[in-house]
């Protein structure tokens, strides 16, 4: 029996059965897509075609496309990979820290936003990939393979090659956790469906029946990936922060870096849920699922992690005065006040004043501030990167190497190939595969609904 | 009467009910065969007798292979096989093991307890399940009790104590493999 306080807020509004959880989430599925979901897929195809041009150039033509030059050989792509990464964290956060937590809100959003997950990481991948310039011969510098200098090995002793290990193991358990997840969904739609499928669905579904047996494994399953991914989550931006703190770069030699990164990551990742979340809900017809209840407490995450991210930032400036170095403290006044003064202020005004606007319940709890504050963030926390890459590289130790970066169109075209391929994605998924989880959805539907209060 | 291929089946509409029922149906002497839900249910497996899941251990196990295969890996390369001075390290520089030790003992882990949890579920594309009921996937709980292994009851008797433990529906089902 579970004793649920009645001041909650119903997780699921509108007197849903269990019956009514089945038919509303796979009705998507099931059905033709509507004109508004072939409209936004043709959209996201489109610029994924138009991004493939800069790729394919890129890929022709050498890096040399990009906008680097001999002072700033880190820029866009990395900023765009560490962008990427970022927004994967909340996917994790949500369906590994909450369940550990015994967070039940999880329920309704956890698959989307893990999904959200598989192709951040995706489109973040691409980044470093691209950047060694000859990929198909990149497993020999990426991988330990046996070659024939010797066997001359990785490094590693190089930030670099551990985020090789990290992000593809995150990319892999991720991938692993969310199916396990998908799989008594897809047995919901199989036994739904009829003809071809039903035959799809039934391989998707790995033979599924419900035995109590399976749920008790299933949930053991469930409760130690959860346990595996809350530590690789927090591992992950870590050592991403580390391929710039383990360096001797003033503006990234500082050991705030990890649990800034990873402050910063669930907070742009937050923004990416509620961004994705709010057009799935409308357009699926969802409201029922994810309620405002579920915005408000997203919005509340916001608050928080912006917080951090904005302490952080004035941690950062104070530690470079304290500290007593030259360098470092000019590398901050160089980044408020230099020539990349605006992309500072950005950030600044993006990542540190706008979220603190959800203090204010009326704010938090509209759909359009959010859905335009959720945008906000992610411009805020792609500047964050663009901040600490380029101003820490564009002042060389050496004036004579001064330089400054100017993107080129290739630079552009790459990263809107990765925007191309991440909304073509997750809208393949929104149609193809059930968008909330309707198994656990059902398990907190007895104690949690609009109904079981009443 | 072939053990495994004919069952009664009691339909539940409700986890408390069903709770209730697995516990008075197991007390007057039937054994049930399986109960099949729409979603996980807690303590469903306490109620039936089931043995802890040890997969955790499995998980350990795993885990602990992939930080020896790590460490492994890691020493054998740069201390043994080729060493080189990187910015003036030792060649076994532990703590720059770390990261990658870590990562494959996540990695192992979890891909080794999914893949025996896949194995002992016999969870596989080409899997052909027994579907007892197409409801239980929707929104019904689904209690079967085999007849042979029950053989000693009577086939209505059996019915008789799943109606009265408040099973909405009482069905015969047959498999012929």
Known sequence: ??????????????????????????????????????????????????????????????????????????????????????????????????????????????????????????????????????????????????????SLWVNFNSPLLWDVFAISTYFSVSLVFWYIGLIPDFATIRDRAT?????????????????????????????????????????????????????????????????????????????????????????????????MGHIELMNIVIIITGSIVGIAYITEFFIAWYSGVEAEQYAFINRATGPYWWAYWSMMTCNVISPQLFWIKKIRTSIVATFILSLVVNIGMWFERFVIIVTSLHRDFLPSSWAMFYPTWADIGVYLFTFGLFFTLFFLFAKFFPVINMAEVKSVLKSSSEKAAN | MERDTHFVLGVFEDEDVLMNAVKQVRSSGVKIHEVYSPYPVHGLEHALGYKRSRLPIAAFLFGLLGTSLALTMQFYMMKFDWPMIIGGKDFAAFPDFIPVSFEMTVLLAAFGMVGVFMVSSNLKPWAQPRIFDLRITDDKHVMAVDLAVNSGMGEEKIKEILASSGASEVNNKSFDE
């Open chain 1, 1 to 150: 029996m579970q004793v649920t306080s009645s001041v909650r807020q119903p997780l699921v509004t509108g007197g849903k059965t269990y019956h009514d959880v089945t038919h509303d989430v796979s009705r998507q599925v099931e059905g033709k897509p509507s004109l508004a979901w072939f409209l936004a897929f043709l959209t996201a195809a489109g610029v994924l075609a138009l991004g493939a041009i800069a790729l394919v150039a890129t890929l022709w033509e050498g890096i040399g496309m990009w906008g680097l030059n001999k002072t700033i050989g880190w820029a866009w792509d990395i900023t765009n990979f560490v962008w990427w990464v970022g927004i994967g964290h909340a996917g994790t956060l949500i369906s590994a820290v909450l369940l550990l937590f015994r967070q039940k809100w999880r329920t309704s959003i956890n698959r989307a936003a893990e999904a959200m997950t598989i192709f951040a990481v995706i489109c973040a991948a691409m980044f470093p990939v691209i950047h060694m310039g000859r990929p198909w011969i990149g497993a020999y510098w990426a991988l330990p393979l046996p070659n024939t200098f010797g």
């Open chain 1, 195 to 291: 003809g071809l499928r039903k035959t799809i669905y039934g391989a998707l579904s790995f033979g599924w029946d419900g035995a109590a047996k399976t749920w008790m494994r299933y949930e053991s399953v469930s409760l130690i990936l959860a346990g595996l991914a809350t530590p690789l989550v927090l591992s992950v931006h870590t050592i991403v922060s580390f391929d710039f703190a383990t360096s001797v770069i003033p503006g990234w030699h500082t050991t705030i870096f990890p649990p800034y990164f990873v402050a910063g990551a669930i907070f742009s990742g937050f923004a990416m849920v509620l961004t994705l979340m709010i057009i799935t809900r409308k357009v699926f017809k969802l409201e029922d699922y994810i309620t």
